[in-house]
């Protein structure tokens, strides 16, 4: 099977590449009946770059979506929605150097033996992060979709390198704050060491990573289909195609390893006539299929691997050792232009999912 | 979509209940030539469950293989293979007190709003742990089918509750130990304690989770299909319909969220001919790619839901809070039976993978 | 993609092969809640074979269903639905002979190639006629489904040889007489005529062909997934997996090439506060949607392939000119048989459909 | 599922609608280093249209196709290809009249259905003739990747209304002739009949139907998937995505339904050291497999729904009776420019199910 398509019902193939013409996504099986214009795509587009030059890649793109097919009278039609940006501010000169030596910790090796060396390596080509445009969009429409089931996804920064962040913070701040702060955390004190920590590390040529919890409040219970197309493993696979993922894990995750039974069961109480779960260690999830309470995710984010420090590697055509100095214009802490990816990421798989199980109906009711 | 299916192009759907009448799996795609008889099954099933009834349920099938079809003059041919095991040691009687009382932490409540009710809770039904030994025979094949390649995939146990194993040791010892230890674990030394801490952990009506490290040596750089099909987000979704998964992690995983782009990143250098990288902290990936190195996976368990101290839990005909103290015979620490299991998860995943490039071809050469 | 499952939201595995351990099939997606036992399997298998010594094989299976698992209770769970049915009256050794000789018309040269010699050649293996059996057991469980939603699907044989019925028979007579002839002939003078040719037939070692017509009523209007999940798509693709079947049409099929636009078109008309046709051509579907006529199908069955007559083939060890006469059990006509494998495949394929228009719910109303 | 994508291994979604800003495709799955550019389609898209305003519709786009995707340095990367093209001659004020009457034997009134009004019913939207254009780009894309391995696609219409064409051609003037008549008819005589045929039926406002006959050259033999993604149902569901077919029929088709065992079999032989077979009835397709011979296909074309002749038809707003007489710019036989569309469904599968099987490999040779 082609590898580019996510999803069953609500189906999402991404397209274009970092320095081509566009970046964009066909959507097919969103619901017809949806409101959607590209009004819609622009401000997610515009708060996906921090209004950070210290702590962002000095390519900034002002990305105008454009929807090519699937609306019609301002409302989805049932048909396939395709909508693309066009990538403008490129500078393909710079990815020359690097045609042969594959950049440590990059997709450059394995991605020249997979396409036998045809694929468009400039800006690291499909495997850029300029990728996750496209993600993000189709994340707009996902999340209007769960608008309309009163359904919210909220990611934020938890932890940047050493910076972490425990704070509790309630949803209504969760709303007001998360695009407060240019490191997208919720704690604005913490922010403030994220962002000093991020350019710290610009300033030594380094970079650095860090994890972004997902938060799904009002997800109904018994949505997943087991035994394989769970809904933990659906987010999952999901949340590694955004590039730099290296972990992924639900309610308390790996902790619960070092936790007895009684520790981590979650009893069940009946709370204003609801069956809840009075802790929260399953981040809403048991055997595959949500249950009712918060869906809580967290990923882990690697450091960005193009950093200014020369670095050890090979030349492909010579196969010799060599040392490679990457220029280019990069992020040095790629976390918080992550963070509406994770959000799009959870967004179209629990769309895809509420889908399946017919709690999302293929035609919306006319507003 | 219906959701029991997995894979594209080694296809693999599990059916059967815990308390029914058989547990199997329906293989589509193996390539014809794969020799492949009943004992090819038998061994692996009897080493499932460690010979150490301190630590197992009393629930021990002695399970039979039984290959319905796909299977000629003792080679695969290409058409479906099915494989059963019958229920013998089935006890369902002890379910009937839980049928309206959801366990803490199950499936239970899920599982009845997916199903409507119809679901069979007996044992858990499809959600229990038996069904793995429909996953573990699937991976009996897929092993057979990397072996043939020369890949080789082992998993152990690597933590059990705060018992944890960090011994480095040869692959040469991997083969040779891995069932040497009731536990699974690699050090003998560490393998005593963990079994120390499951015993105690039963004796107080308790239960322990862990961690299981999965390795597979001698996979092939650029294998997988990115954006959306990465090698990395479809083995992570095979692994968490395992039961009790709640974290899946890639080389140094949540570890890389603390690192600096120089710490993590992993040099690239000639060695004997071949491409290797210096460090192994991608795990094997980069941008959803194997890059010929090790792939190293890690995934979380949670402690047996099943305890019998007494928990509180609600009653799903009257939506009024009770008790519960849940009977039958269960695993007070599933880790060494899920070791088998993750095995098998990523196994068949690997053959997919190599199937869809083209590096696993679809009729086996005559040995 | 593994090959051997069709649908999508309701979908069917067959395995088995015609000699060996057993024919059988795997359902997953149908919802939880229908009422089921082997009982329903028993008498679609008995009249799939017509009772009538003169024109059928002289292998008859007594075929014994047996629900492995996906039932609970007397109902479907929602789980995987395996059925199964053994293999007895085998006589193998009528096919060593053919081994390396490919019968003319049959599957066996091509079979060959595709699974490089693997492939279980006895009495065709995967493809005999007696696969039809997993899919008619298939159609039992999506003929109950449609019979919940009031939706009927109905096969005749519309002519044998050159043998043709063209007398109207109402819906009433429909149902009370297909299996009251054993040509499964609407017409029972036209039924006699069409006996008679296939005795003539096989008296001479000579077989017949056919056609076969399919009409569905009560299909709600709208249903398909166009532009290429279209309805009479699927419902060709799933009639073409019927051996011996080599042309589907749709309401006048080929005739329409004959026609102008004006007596073509099917006008509308308000009939009882309902949207009809006032004429049938299009047989219900128009664009690859349902349109709330009835669905009328025709496919062309070719004669039996295996015949007495001895027939030119080569030698596939030798690469030499030879001759082959087909001993083995066979059908004159298989037409008959294809009855009722013709309604299965048009029954899975509504099935399918319908629920992935959200028309047949996941979880069916307890009666 | 989403239904607008078809294939496995090479994926083909449409996009846009007929009076919408583009029409479009998304190919994913095609190989790398197949080398593609703009003009490869300029020609094909050209020819789609006879150049004869006698016979065709007065709506002529001059259409531009732009690649949006997935080719770098003039060959495919192995990403996915988005190719469209604008839709400029667009008069869609024609298409107000019929928002609630629905034309005879057109899709408006279950698209009405199928997508709760919200369909784009201008030009019929997704229904129109119009989508065929994207068949016609991906066709052009999977004839290049045919022409790598020597097989090759030929159409041509074999009937208009009453006018059928028995003459054999050769291969050769197959290629030469095939876009010399106007009504891609190739034997010259009928194609004038043809010509003047469709020129009557549109001076009395009314239209023809037809047959289109594909031959496929130089297939080996072994590839499809039984039993459900056979060759043969696969290539129907594809065609069955062209608006107006009606019927699919391989080989000798209906016709084999009056023939005898005898008659129908393809004894096979040795020619030049290959297994071929003396006739060929089966038209290349044994038990869902091709078996080396030419695969002969035949799709019967109804006559175009929109007449200017009045017609009955209902008002959906008041559900009465009314009449409608259909304006815009039609084709009064739209077999010709079906030719194309037919050929790009055959070669899409073909590809298709020949990356399936391994035989079209993921990374093409450079040249």
Redesign the interface.
Known sequence: ?????????????????SH???V?V?I??CP??LGLSETDFEEELKERIPDNPKIVSARIEKDVPQ????V?NG????????I?VENREVQSGDYEVIKNL?R????D????????G???Y?G????SGR?TVALIIAGVVAKKLLAHYDIEVLAYTQ?I??IKSDKEVSLFECRKNRNATTTRCLDVACAEKMEAAIVA?KESG??????IECVTFNMP??????????L???L??????I?A??????????????????????????QE?R?V??TK???GI???????MPIVIRV????????V?E????N?LT???TQISIKGRHDPCIVPKAVPAVEAAVAITLVDHLM???NI???LKRP
Chains 1, 2, 3, 4 share one sequence.
Do not use: W
């Not at 670095?311 to 090979?314: L, N």
């Open positions: 099977m082609a590898g580019n398509l996510i999803g069953r019902e609500f189906t999402i193939t991404t397209f274009g590449e081509g013409k566009v964009g066909l097919d099986g017809a009946g929807i090519l097919s699937g019609f409302y989805t039609t049932g048909a396939p929605l395709v693309i594959p440590p910790s990059h997709s090796y394995p991605a020249r033996i997979r396409y036998g045809f694929n468009d400039r690291s080509g499909r495997f990728m932890a390198g050493l590390a380094d970079s650095l990573g860090g994890v219970a018994g949505i997943g289909e087991p035994l394989f197309d769970t933990d493993g659906d999952a696979k999901a949340l590694f195609s590039p993922v290296k972990g992924v894990e639900f309610g308390r995750g790996f902790r619960v390893a070092e936790l007895r039974g009684t520790e981590n069961n979650d009893a069940f109480c009946i006539g069956v779960t009075v260690n399953a981040g048991l055997g595959g299929l949500s249950n009712g882990a984010i690697k450091p960005t691997p193009s950093i420090k670095q050890q590697t090979v492909l196969y010799e050792n399946r199980s017919g109906s293929k035609i």
